[in-house]
């Protein structure tokens, strides 16, 4: 069964309140006020000092519990939202893989499901790693890398709805793990969504929750589980007034969705789960034997709603 077996993250430290973002992505202040008011989107993480290989290379220096298994990473899959994010012929993923003693490793990117390509990621490293055949004692593993910059004004926020962070993770993940156990993976590509083909923005913002909560349900009952058997959701850092609405609709406990990132960092693309998972396991908010839902929405040619039920 796939699992999750480590976790690093990495956040430049340097935060920047959504004030300073009017000027350069020209926001208007009423713009900035529903930001900030009714999406409780605060700041964000920018630094231009670091570039893509620098965020990655971070979140994987993070991961101390790769420098004893390196050897056994048979892929490397980069999730990110973006189809483009270096100049040619620049190739930060194979910097990273090369700089940090994984050459040998199979190493692609994911991009086709935008801000949801992370949970992607995951199921595509557990397939492979269930297909992979090795001697025992010798397990194979995989490594799925998040983290991309806000490079460009389309980069930075989505009109009306999100901020974008900068930030990187790096998630070791094996095919029969003990610990945070993928119990089922449900997803849906909307490809009438697709707004640069004349796709209605209106519709999305519409159908937007009806979806990923169609999805989230499909999700538990695979899972063989319910909502009230969820000790908690890590969502997609999209904003604030989101979840409540979709808390209500679906009708689970807002105390128990972990919202705080939200605030401090907005929306990390497709990093957003591991941040989250991250901060649940340092405040002791899940304990061994409890299941949890993550979710993930990913919008740019159509859409993608995504949603995984694990086991602690």
């Keep these: 069964m796939t699992a999750v077996d480590a976790v690093s993250v990495f956040l430049p430290a340097r935060r920047v309140p959504i004030e300073s973002l009017a000027a350069p992505l020209r926001l208007t202040e009423m713009q900035i006020r529903l930001f900030r008011r009714f999406h409780g989107l605060t700041e964000v993480r920018h630094d231009p000092d670091l570039s893509l290989t620098d965020l990655l290379r971070h979140a994987v220096d993070g991961l101390t519990a790769l420098r004893d298994v390196a050897h056994r990473v048979r892929f490397v899959v980069y999730a990110r939202a973006f189809p483009v994010v270096a100049p040619y012929p620049e190739n ?164 128990r969705v972990l919202l705080d990132n939200v605030t401090g960092t907005g929306h990390v693309f497709c990093a957003d789960a591991f941040v989250n998972y991250r901060t649940a396991r340092e405040r002791d908010l899940l304990r061994p034997g409890d299941r949890y839902l993550v979710a993930a929405v990913g919008a740019g040619d159509g859409a993608t709603f995504a949603a995984m039920v694990f086991e602690h």
């Design 92 to 255: 930060p993923l194979h910097d990273v893989c090369r700089a940090v003693g994984l050459g040998h490793a199979v190493a692609f990117t994911l991009t086709q499901q935008s801000c949801a390509s992370a949970l992607a990621a995951v199921d595509v490293a557990g397939r492979l790693l269930a297909a992979e055949p090795h001697p025992p004692g010798d397990e194979p593993l995989a490594l799925v890398l998040t983290g991309e910059k806000a490079f460009t004004r389309d980069a930075q926020f989505i009109p009306e709805t999100s901020v974008f962070s900068e930030g990187a993770s790096a998630c070791l993940v094996s095919a029969h793990g003990r610990r945070d156990r993928l119990l089922a993976y449900a997803a849906a590509q909307r490809g009438e969504f697709d707004v640069a083909g004349g796709a209605s923005p209106a519709r999305f913002q519409r159908e937007y929750r009806p979806a990923l909560a169609e999805v989230i349900g499909r999700a538990l009952a695979r899972a063989g589980t319910t909502l009230a058997d969820l000790r908690l959701i890590l969502p997609h850092n999209v904003n604030l007034m989101t979840w409540k609405r979709l808390v209500k609709l679906i009708g689970f406990p807002l105390d």
